[in-house]
């Protein structure tokens, strides 16, 4: 019931197009669904972060779409650059972030020029 | 703009030996995490300290491990005796109002 589970595990997009990843969750405890960026050798990296009481949030270039009845989330890069090229980590949290976050697996995004 | 630092960046160690990670957390900030993460694979949990006592832990977080905070800026994890598996990213966090700020991570390798 902890899991987070992320799909797809790697991900290559064309520069300028779009990039999906998923991610779903079991426990409905769970009240805050932050997404990360790592890059090689770096620690996460805090992107966006979405709440249960919206369905959408967007920063810039990046939207979480939130679906609470199907458990589920997902982040979209719009015109995707290849400095976006890293790994992606969904996780979730109680307590609106102040307890400890679970992972997802991460999934590595390529950006092809 | 504040941040988490850690140090020291790497650390190689040989197995049984004892090893002190340091993190110092953004100043203002009350809660305070380990995370590890093995080559590859997720970030996971390792313990939670708010108020100078562990609040959560995790399995992996056995007697081996211990935290502190020493003083009022630097927060400790301490490995006694490591092992070969322990060999990891280890990552401090620390919480503003909602959100976990991650330092850069020590790479510890055992041999």
């Known amino acids: 019931q902890q899991q987070v589970k992320q799909s797809p595990q790697s991900l290559i997009v064309q520069k300028g197009g779009i990039s999906i990843i998923n991610c779903a969750y079991e426990n409905t405890a769970f009240d805050y669904f932050p997404w990360y960026q790592q890059f090689p050798g770096k620690g996460p990296a805090l992107l966006i972060a979405i709440r249960p009481d919206v369905s959408e949030k967007k920063e810039g270039r990046f939207t979480i779409s939130f679906n609470k009845s199907a458990k589920q989330f997902s982040l979209h890069i719009m015109d995707s650059q290849p400095g976006d090229s890293a790994t992606y980590f969904c996780?979730?949290?109680?307590?609106?972030?102040?307890?400890?976050?679970?992972f997802g697996q991460g999934t590595r995004l390529t950006i092809n020029p | 703009e504040p941040e988490v630092t850690q140090t020291p960046s790497h650390q190689v160690t040989q197995m049984g030996q004892e090893v002190i990670l340091r993190c110092v957390p953004i100043s203002n900030h009350l809660y305070f995490y380990w995370y590890r993460q093995i080559l590859g694979q997720k970030v996971e949990f390792l313990v939670s300290f708010y108020n100078n006592e562990i609040s959560e832990k995790s399995e992996i977080f056995d007697d081996q491990f211990s935290v502190e905070r020493p003083d009022g800026s630097n927060f400790t994890l301490k490995i006694r005796s490591t092992k070969l598996e322990d060999s990891a990213m280890y990552f401090c966090a620390s919480v503003g109002e909602y959100e976990q700020y991650f330092g850069p991570g020590t790479r510890l390798t055992v041999t």
């Open positions: 996780a979730a949290s109680k307590n609106q972030g102040a307890q400890k976050l679970v």
